[in-house]
């Protein structure tokens, strides 16, 4: 198939690339990356009246730490965050993600902010920004807002962009030296979406305590989720392989998979608890800690 007729906008700047979304409303969608769009629109899934291309937008496409964020912006691609030396050596959770995004050539087209605002059920990028307690920067025609990831996640395929507005940049807390983090990622084969997967990231005190976590799911619900019981059980503690036994049983109670060709319902739910489990021993490991 192919898509339904469209007219197709290419600004310059932000500011005209958001008066244009401001004229069309929810008629208009914006292109960055388009991997999930454009398939979207051939299959008639999606059909925009209008298309808003930022590729040509100047200061959309730095990765920079800033103000103890990592600035991420609407066109950087997965493959820019993949090949970057210092976030493969700094950032663990998001370096281990950036490599099994899909496949090399949607990597190489699609975008963090892109990902994060398609907010698809299975998606990576979702579960990453909840661990890491990420925010999306949006622009629109009332100005700049910075919104936290767990109210710009809404639900499948929503999030809180309002009428007339862009993300512009995804901001992730830069990690502290006691601070670690990974994904855990089961998938049919490379490339397809995630059976399920688990991102979790975690602080540690100098005595070995842990002084913050963050724990998400993707592909056992309508929308990535925060584990957020099993957040509070180890928030303060020190480690053990009991404790996370407990938190892992957190992602079991909350994940609600559809089942599918992947598997079972009963499947997908034991995988969020095997692969919370698993990135919280992998995270632990990268701080020298053994279990």
Not at 37 to 42: G, K, N, T, V
């Amino acid at each position: 198939m192919i898509p339904g007729a469209f007219e197709y906008h290419r600004p310059t700047s932000l500011e005209e690339a958001v008066a244009l979304m401001g004229q069309h409303g929810f008629e208009a969608r914006v292109l960055a990356g388009g991997q999930s769009l454009i398939p979207a629109m051939r299959y008639r899934l999606a059909q925009p009246a209008v298309l808003v291309d930022i590729n040509r937008l100047p200061g959309l496409n730095q990765l920079s730490e800033e103000g103890g964020m990592l600035r991420v912006g609407a066109l950087v691609r997965d493959t820019d965050v993949e090949f970057n030396s210092g976030i493969q050596s700094r950032y663990a959770l998001i370096a281990d993600v950036s490599r099994v995004v899909a496949d090399p050539i949607v990597r190489f087209r699609g975008t963090v902010v892109g990902s994060l605002c398609h907010n698809d059920p299975a998606g990576d990028w979702t579960a990453a920004a909840l661990a890491s307690r990420a925010q999306v920067v949006i622009r629109g025609p009332a100005g700049e807002r910075t919104e936290a990831i767990d109210d710009f996640l809404v639900d499948s395929f929503t999030t809180s962009i309002g009428e007339g507005e862009i993300a512009v940049e995804a901001r992730f807390p830069v990690p502290g030296p006691r601070t670690s983090g990974a994904y855990e990622k089961i998938e049919r084969k490379v490339g397809d979406y995630a059976t399920a997967a688990a991102a979790v990231q975690l602080e540690l005190t100098e005595d070995g305590r842990i002084q913050e976590v963050g724990i998400g799911v993707t592909a056992v619900a309508l929308k990535a989720l925060r584990v957020a019981e099993g957040e509070r059980l180890l928030r303060g503690q020190k480690p053990t392989r009991d404790l996370i036994r407990a938190a892992a049983e957190e992602a079991a109670k909350i994940a609600d998979p559809n089942p599918d060709a992947r598997g079972s319902k009963e499947y997908k739910r034991d995988m969020a608890r095997v692969l919370v489990g698993r990135g919280l021993i992998k995270a632990l490991g990268r701080l020298g800690v053994q279990l």
